[in-house]
Structures are given as C-alpha cells and as structure tokens.
C-alpha cells in the first residue's frame, strides 16, 4: 500500500510557472512507477507524464513536452512536475498516481493508487 498527497497547484498566469509534488507514504516509493494525469473540466482525464521504475526515465505527453519536467527524489519519497510556460489549456486537476507495472504507464489502468488531486488554473 501506498499513499499519495499532491500539492503545489495554485492560480498563475499565462507563461508562468508551477512545481506540483507528491509525497508517498508506505512502501518504499522507489518499486513503484509513478504517474501524472490531469483532468479539465468536463474532460477525460488524460495522461501527462510518467516515470518508470524499471529505467527511471521520464516520458511527457506531447502536449506537455518541452515544457514539464519530472523528476522523482526517492530518498525523499516525493516526485516533482516542474511545470513551465503554462498556457491556459493546462488548466486541470493535476493527480498523482503509483503503478507496480512498467507496461502501459500512459493509461490509467496501470495504476493502484491515486492522489487526491491538487488544482491548477492558468489564467490568460
């Protein structure tokens, strides 16, 4: 088991910048693979990056690509979304999500355990 706690989000505008975390607590964070999804209102929620515990690389969503940065400190427990030149539509509820799995880390089903969610709002 595993528990997840986001926080970080926040109201920014246009072009700027935010740092989500997510803190584990339970089993050691660093067997797990770890996932950001995001939700805007009255969409799916849609995959935004993950990092695997099998080669420790990030991968992005091509929407978030060249802008978002995740990086994970397992001594610390915690994963971080660097999230820079933000833009209106990545408005959403950003969530944090562990997976036991390597596999099909773009898709919600791979994951176990979810965060409760932190809020972002850019604002134009």
């Known amino acids: 088991q595993v528990q997840l706690v986001e926080s970080g989000g926040g109201l920014v505008q246009a072009g700027g910048s935010l740092r989500l975390s997510c803190a584990a607590s339970?089993?050691?964070?660093?067997?797990?693979?770890v996932g950001w999804f995001r939700q805007a209102p009255e969409k799916e929620r849609e995959f935004v990056a993950f990092i695997s515990w099998r080669d420790g690389q990030p991968y992005y969503a091509d929407s978030v690509k060249g802008r978002f940065t995740f990086s994970r400190d397992n001594a610390k427990n915690t994963v971080y979304l660097q999230m820079n030149s933000l833009m209106p539509e990545d408005t959403a509820v950003y969530y944090c999500?562990?997976?036991?799995?390597?596999?099909?880390?773009?898709?919600?089903?791979?994951?176990?355990?979810w965060g409760q969610g932190t809020q972002v709002t850019v604002s134009s």
């Open positions: 339970g089993r050691t964070f660093s067997s797990y693979s």
């Open positions: 999500a562990a997976a036991t799995t390597w596999r099909n880390l773009a898709k919600e089903y791979s994951y176990s355990y």
